[in-house]
């Protein structure tokens, strides 16, 4: 069974930092990208950043570019996301996915977790 478990989420001053973590198991993690998406109320689902687990190409939205930093642990089939420098904007149920492209694109991912919320007060 694929299951991908997000964690790390919480509430953040502005400025602050978090670090998500998804623990992929099922798969074979090292034939995949992980990808982060992110939902803020009202909004549509976006993606944040993804990496490739077999080569560490990565991608990040313009929005999160110097702030967020993802890695990837293939011994542990875990990818984080370092997210420094938050912001209110930043708010929202982050979620990881996996899919056979290195993509920020919805689409290209097969696999879901079931999210975790990020509140970033100002």
């Known amino acids: 069974e694929v299951q991908l478990v997000e964690s790390g989420g919480g509430l953040v001053q502005a400025g602050g930092s978090l670090r998500l973590s998804c623990a992929a198991s099922?798969?074979?993690?090292?034939?995949?990208?992980i990808g982060w998406f992110r939902q803020a109320p009202g909004k549509e689902r976006e993606g944040v950043s993804c990496?490739?687990?077999?080569?560490?190409?990565?991608y990040y939205a313009d929005s999160v570019k110097g702030r967020f930093t993802i890695s990837s642990d293939n011994a542990k089939n875990t990818v984080y996301l370092q997210m420094n420098s938050l912001k209110p904007e930043d708010t929202a149920v982050y979620y990881c996915?996996?899919?056979?492209?290195?993509?920020?694109?919805?689409?290209?991912?097969?696999?879901w977790g079931q999210g975790t919320q990020v509140t970033v007060s100002s």
């Open positions: 996915a996996a899919g056979t492209e290195l993509s920020h694109l919805e689409y290209e991912y097969n696999y």
């Open positions: 990496i490739s687990s077999s080569d560490g190409s990565t």
């Open positions: 099922g798969f074979t993690f090292d034939d995949y990208a």
